[in-house]
Each structure stands twice: as structure tokens, then as C-alpha cells.
């Protein structure tokens, strides 16, 4: 029962580009920042980008994000078999004075 | 090197309690904030709570409230999540993860490996 929605999936062959959507609302991306994190199976989630389109030291310039009203999107370039993972776009929620996550993304590579 | 470890998970009957601990290394941790974020087999993530460098603000998810406690010990660089009461939903991995900036609730920059979490007769 997440806030935030994303699609189930999306697929890509390699080199391609795909983008992920993130639906919320005012109280939560409409007035805050949105951070995006991937999921690689197994493993724990790591920060992909941050205050809506940033990106931490060490990712690469293929990931980029962007907010625009109340929904936000992960935009992945020149797609590598290596990012097949989850993809979870992450807010907060003024409104529920809580930390939201959307419901997740599985990228596939054809 | 900056580093979560989280132990004390387990498996625990219903109704049960557990403390789990976040072992924080590699920066000074009580600069930060810090969150509890789970992860049921199969499932996205989930919040569980967040509290501040210095322990006066605590948030919960109204799925645990009531039933767990956030805690943390500056000098320790541990934090802590007491769970009692605990349900078969609450079964899961769960993580710490550190607040990307004092102050900013935005970004989860840290995370730990994760504990599992099993909740069963």
C-alpha cells in the first residue's frame, strides 16, 4: 500500500535507454525531494540520486533523475546487462511524517 | 571505511520481542540521522523509523508503532530497534540506513547488509 507509484517492469535491450516513473502527491513529492536506489538481486539497496537529480560520488552520468509536479523520473542511458536490479524512487512524506517508498521497478536487459 | 553492520536477528514465535543493533564505523555518527528500513521476502522496501543525531525526534510507521522503539547510543555508534509484540508481517530483512545530510530527511546514503527477521511457530 505504498504512496508512491511506479510500473511493475521495464525492459531494454543493451545500449538502449529506459525510464522509470514515480507517481506521488503533494505531501510528498510535490514538496519534497525524491532519491532513487538500486536494488541488485541480493544485495542491499544503494543511492543512485538524490535531491531529485543528483548523483553520489561513483555513479555514472548514465543514471539521471528529474521531478516535475508530483511525479519524478529515473532515466537510465546506454543500459548494461549489469543493471539488472529494482529500481525504488523514495521521499518524504510531510502528511504521514514518515519516509515513503514506491512500489519498484524491475529493469530487465534483453 | 564507512560501514552499518546490523545482528540480533532471528527467529521468534509470534507475540515474541528482539533487539536488533547497527554497528556504525567510518564517520562520526552522532552527526547523523538514522532509519530502520525492512524488506519482506519478495517485497519492496518499507520505512520502519527514524530518529535524530540526537535522539529528540523519532518517527515510526504506523505499522509498527506502538509495538517497536528506536534508540540509539552516541557513544557506542550503535542503533538500536527494540520489537516486541511481533507478527508473522513483520517478518523481513532489515536494514539501518544513515540520513544523507543532518537535517535533510532526503536520502538514505548508507545502508547496511541487513538482518533477517523471522516471525514463526
Known amino acids: 500500500q505504498s504512496v508512491l507509484t511506479q510500473p511493475p517492469s521495464v525492459s531494454a535491450a543493451p545500449g538502449q535507454k529506459v525510464t522509470i516513473s514515480c507517481s506521488g502527491s503533494?505531501?510528498?513529492?510535490?514538496?519534497?525531494?525524491v532519491s532513487w536506489y538500486q536494488q541488485l538481486p541480493g544485495t542491499a539497496p544503494k543511492l543512485l540520486i538524490y535531491?531529485?537529480?543528483k548523483r553520489p560520488s561513483g555513479i555514472p552520468e548514465r543514471f539521471s533523475g528529474s521531478k516535475s509536479g508530483t511525479s519524478a523520473t529515473l532515466g537510465i542511458t546506454g543500459l548494461q546487462t549489469g543493471d539488472e536490479a529494482d529500481y525504488y524512487c523514495?521521499?518524504?512524506?510531510?502528511?504521514?511524517?514518515?519516509?515513503?517508498f514506491g512500489t519498484g521497478t524491475k529493469v530487465t536487459v534483453l | 571505511e564507512v560501514q552499518l553492520v546490523e545482528s540480533g536477528g532471528g527467529l521468534v514465535q509470534p507475540g515474541g520481542s528482539l533487539r536488533l543493533s547497527c554497528a556504525a564505523s567510518?564517520?562520526?555518527?552522532?552527526?547523523?540521522?538514522m532509519n530502520w528500513v525492512r524488506q519482506a521476502p519478495g517485497k519492496g522496501l518499507e520505512w520502519v523509523s527514524y530518529?535524530?543525531?540526537?535522539?529528540?525526534?523519532?518517527y515510526y510507521a504506523d505499522s509498527v508503532k506502538g509495538r517497536f522503539t528506536i534508540s540509539r547510543d552516541n557513544a557506542k555508534n550503535s542503533l538500536y530497534l527494540q520489537m516486541n509484540s511481533l507478527r508473522a508481517e513483520d517478518t523481513a530483512v532489515y536494514y539501518c540506513?544513515?540520513?544523507?545530510?543532518?537535517?535533510?530527511?532526503?536520502?538514505?546514503?548508507?545502508w547496511g547488509q541487513g538482518t533477517m527477521v523471522t516471525v514463526s511457530s
Open positions: 540506513a544513515r540520513d544523507r545530510e543532518p537535517g535533510t530527511q532526503d536520502a538514505f546514503d548508507i
Open positions: 567510518g564517520f562520526t555518527f552522532s552527526s547523523y540521522e
Open positions: 530518529i535524530t543525531s540526537s535522539a529528540n525526534t523519532i
Open positions: 503533494s505531501s510528498n513529492i510535490g514538496n519534497n525531494y
Open positions: 535531491d531529485n537529480n
Open positions: 523514495g521521499t518524504w512524506d510531510s502528511s504521514l511524517s514518515a519516509y515513503v
